[in-house]
């Protein structure tokens, strides 16, 4: 926080950085309030019935141009920090682009993290506590039977030739996918036992992550530009969480009206 409160001038970066954060608030508090108000119904045939376009797709036109923006603002931000020169100007603003896309990584992760809780909370509410509970033996057997594989498919990996390594790789990610599909999609106490507990460790490793991430940041620049940058980054996480999630993956999602959700665990 030393530099956050230095007397001395804020650099050109800090100053773009926050002026960037004010101004993306301000265009999402502007479209948040534009998709929030409620449509007027009318009984009157419009003459060209393709004459505005829905709810979802102005969501998605709000956070096209918002991320744009938020990409411009990363790239101009890392071209000012960066020293004296046009190769080093452009190696800021490509800097930039990167933080950008990282950011919108982690976000798109934080936003998986907290459908996959809401859904274990749903699990969880559907279960009966005591079968649960003696569950929990045969949940630790079976990560600690997981954790045992993985280690014996690292010690072969090591034994097998040099050739095979690659074609070994894929092999190995697509064992991973499957124990995990298998484990999600498991309607056992035990398997949602073990989810729970996978993802009670994913969250503090990406949690914990996140914020060696960011105190290393700010150990190497400005606070302020930091926390200005990585507002930006939640703002429009939160608006795509909050207007295009949903609608983007209209199609993949059950619709809970038509399809009331089962008791799994009876």
């Not at 020293?83 to 976000?107: E, F, H, I, K, N």
Request: overall charge positive; glycine content about 8%; some cysteine.
């Amino acid at each position: 926080m030393s530099s956050l409160l230095s007397a001395r001038v804020l650099p050109s970066g800090t100053i773009c950085g926050f002026l960037g954060l004010v101004t993306i608030s301000a265009y999402y508090a502007k479209a948040w309030a534009t998709l929030r108000k409620p449509e007027v119904l009318t009984t009157e045939i419009p003459e060209n019935p393709n004459n505005g376009p829905p709810a979802a797709s102005k969501g998605m036109c709000f956070l096209q141009f918002g991320i744009s923006g938020s990409v411009v603002l990363y790239m101009l931000v890392g071209a000012f920090e960066s020293p004296s020169g046009a190769l080093m100007t452009l190696a800021g603003a490509l800097l930039g682009l990167g933080g950008a896309v990282a950011l919108a990584v982690v976000g798109a992760g934080f936003v998986a993290l907290w459908h996959l809780w809401k859904e274990l909370v749903l699990q969880l509410r559907q279960a009966r506590i005591a079968r649960l509970l003696l569950s929990l033996p045969l949940a630790l057997v079976g990560l600690a039977a997981g954790l045992g594989a993985f280690a014996l498919l690292g010690w072969v990996t090591e034994k097998l030739p040099p050739v095979l390594n690659p074609l070994y790789k894929w092999v190995i990610w697509f064992f991973i996918a499957a124990v995990f599909n298998l484990l999600w999609k498991g309607r056992s106490h035990a398997a949602l036992f073990m989810r729970l507990i996978l993802l009670v460790l994913f969250t503090a490793v990406i949690s914990v992550s996140v914020a060696l991430a960011l105190w290393w940041a700010c150990s190497q620049a400005m606070c302020l530009m930091i926390i200005s940058l990585s507002g930006i980054g939640v703002i429009n996480t939160l608006f795509y969480a909050a207007f295009v999630r949903d609608s983007a993956l209209a199609d993949n999602l059950i619709d809970p009206s038509t399809h009331p959700p089962r008791n799994l665990f009876r």
